[in-house]
């Protein structure tokens, strides 16, 4: 199995478990934090094996450095809607 099948896998199961989330009883401040772990996850497979970031270090690090300030920013503004 090549690395762009396990990519293909990892965003299906992602996906699935996506699914699973937003259709189960949990809180809703639960699975919103839920499906945005499983998007930051899904992004971060996309860029390293899909765009084969996971060979250049140096783009790897600013990209992913990037998207976890991102994913944070996104994280931060749902839990003061939330609290709203």
């Known amino acids: ?7 293909w896998l990892g965003l299906a199961l992602l996906s699935a478990a996506t699914t699973i989330v937003a259709l189960s ?10 499906i945005l772990i499983f ?10 094996w899909y765009l084969e970031l996971a060979d250049v270090p140096a783009w790897r690090g600013g990209i992913l450095f990037g998207l976890g300030l ?5 994280f931060g503004l749902y839990v003061i809607g939330t609290l709203v």
């Open 1 to 7: 199995m090549t690395a762009l099948d396990r990519a």
């Open 25 to 34: 009883p949990l809180s809703a401040p639960l699975s919103g934090a839920l």
């Open 39 to 48: 998007a930051w996850a899904k992004a971060r497979l996309i860029f390293l």
């Open 70 to 74: 991102f994913s944070l920013l996104l």
